[in-house]
């Protein structure tokens, strides 16, 4: 069975994104509509070019909206896939996943607003809500542009009402080390 988890919502970038659209839009319209109306055939091409470029800007903020809105963590018996925003994308076997901890990191404000890493090893993705730390066996190469980082830790918020469901079904699937399986091309190596 696959069990799907929302990130928490990014009201904090969405409400200036969307107050931003539609503060252009406005001036825009009530500075190029004169020209249409009342202007030469030169000065109404021009204003039709400036509307063109209004949609296109309003086309992106709205594909850009509905990725804040995407992302999620689902769970089903051999994968955990991971899509934040339009971001990364990874799918993680389950067998990899060693270790499920709560953790409270300092300072806060790192991991409120959205997307963070350390470059090294760690991942960590959060409109806020409390976090959860999941730690692989093995890295795990994931692309965040424009690098691509062999992450062992991710850091997750859920929405807050998904929280305690969502550690419940990372602990039900992880394994302890020992349990875990070395991969098939570490085991013909050795």
């Not at 406005?26 to 500075?31: D, M, Q, R």
């Not at 470029?53 to 991971?82: H, P, Q």
């Not at 934040?84 to 990899?96: G, K, L, Q, S, Y």
Request: charged residues 25%; hydrophobic residues 45%.
């Amino acid at each position: 069975m696959t069990r799907r988890f929302r990130f928490a919502d990014a009201f904090w970038f969405r409400v200036p994104l969307k107050t931003v659209v539609v503060g252009l839009c406005v001036f825009a319209i009530l500075t190029l509509w004169p020209a249409v109306r009342h202007g030469s055939a030169d000065d109404q091409g021009r204003a039709l070019f400036g509307f063109a470029v209004l949609g296109g800007f309003v086309l992106l903020a709205s594909v850009f909206t509905v990725a804040v809105n995407d992302s999620y963590v689902e769970i089903d018996g051999k994968t955990l896939r991971i899509r934040f925003e339009a971001f990364f994308n990874v799918n993680v076997p389950v067998r990899d996943i060693v270790g499920v901890t709560e953790i409270d990191p300092q300072p806060r404000w790192r991991y409120r607003f959205g997307l963070s890493t350390n470059f090294e090893d760690r991942i960590s993705c959060s409109h806020g809500g409390r976090l959860v730390e999941i730690e692989l066996a093995r890295p795990c190469s994931t692309r965040l542009w424009p690098r691509r980082i062999a992450v062992r830790r991710f850091w997750f918020a859920v929405r807050e009402h998904e929280h305690d469901e969502f550690v419940a079904a990372l602990r039900s699937i992880a394994r302890a080390p020992a349990e875990v399986t070395p991969a098939p091309e570490t085991a013909r190596a050795a």
